[in-house]
């Protein structure tokens, strides 16, 4: 199963912003939308951000989403020490009939 | 609250059985989608297979197609999954979650805490 393709981390200092970028293709992202998750260390993943770019009730405006043909980003702005945590993009592959997620990439701050 | 708890997760050996569980509560169980997702030590998310609200529908990734089954039984607000013909590379924590339409197709919105399941001679 093709997985979407993620930087493997991505850092930043306090009050700075942070983009993590998901590549995929026609199939997944290029024809349905993107969705991210937001794992803490030892947790359960938490959903972020819907439908390319909508946020669910609770999460803070300082994460944000888009989409661009095959490719979605992930924009954090105000890091926090508490955004510490692995993020995921995921999206519906028409080709495989399944969920398809990015590696994740590790966010770190400096 | 809306919760789901996972149970049943243990140590097997290969080409074994094993049957995961998840209790959901404090929403209308019959009416979303459930998912299994499941997270080898270390790496990253995999979905495993998603099933219809009503389980008329059901899909796998590849890997464990004709080995897992997905079933629920609304009544009792429980999803399962049958993992049969266990492999090593089935180890992993599994999580299931919600599959919220309102939030895009088949959207997984809600997630469980996970149980471990580790596959191993």
């Known amino acids: 199963q093709s997985t979407l393709t993620q930087p493997p981390s991505a850092s930043g200092t306090p009050g700075q912003r942070v983009v993590i970028s998901c590549s995929g293709n026609?199939?997944?992202?290029?024809?349905?939308?993107a969705y991210w998750y937001q794992q803490l260390p030892g947790a359960a993943p938490k959903l972020l951000i819907y439908?390319?770019?909508q946020r669910p009730s609770g999460v803070p405006d300082r994460f944000s989403g888009s989409k661009s043909g095959t490719s979605a980003s992930l924009g954090i702005s105000g890091l926090r020490s508490e955004d510490e945590a692995d993020y995921y993009c995921?999206?519906?592959?028409?080709?495989?009939?399944?969920?398809?997620f990015g590696g994740g990439a590790k966010v770190t701050v400096l | 609250q809306v919760q789901l708890l996972e149970s049943g997760g243990g140590v097997v050996q290969p080409g074994r059985s094993l049957r995961l569980s998840c209790a959901a509560s404090?929403?209308?169980?019959?009416?979303?989608?459930m998912h299994w997702v499941r997270q080898a030590p270390g790496r990253g998310l995999e979905w495993v297979a998603v099933?219809?609200?009503?389980?008329?529908?059901?899909y796998y990734r590849d890997s464990v197609k004709g080995r897992f089954t997905v079933s629920r039984d609304n009544s009792k607000n429980t999803l399962n999954l049958q993992m049969n013909s266990l492999r090593v590379e089935d180890t992993a924590v599994y999580f299931c979650?919600?599959?919220?339409?309102?939030?895009?197709?088949?959207?997984?919105?809600?997630w469980g805490q996970g149980t471990t399941v580790t596959v191993s001679s």
């Open positions: 979650a919600r599959a919220n339409t309102a939030m895009g197709p088949l959207c997984m919105d809600v």
């Open positions: 995921a999206a519906w592959d028409n080709s495989l009939g399944g969920w398809v």
């Open positions: 439908k390319n770019n």
């Open positions: 404090g929403f209308t169980f019959s009416s979303y989608g």
């Open positions: 099933i219809w609200n009503d389980g008329s529908h059901e």
């Open positions: 026609s199939s997944n992202i290029g024809s349905n939308y």
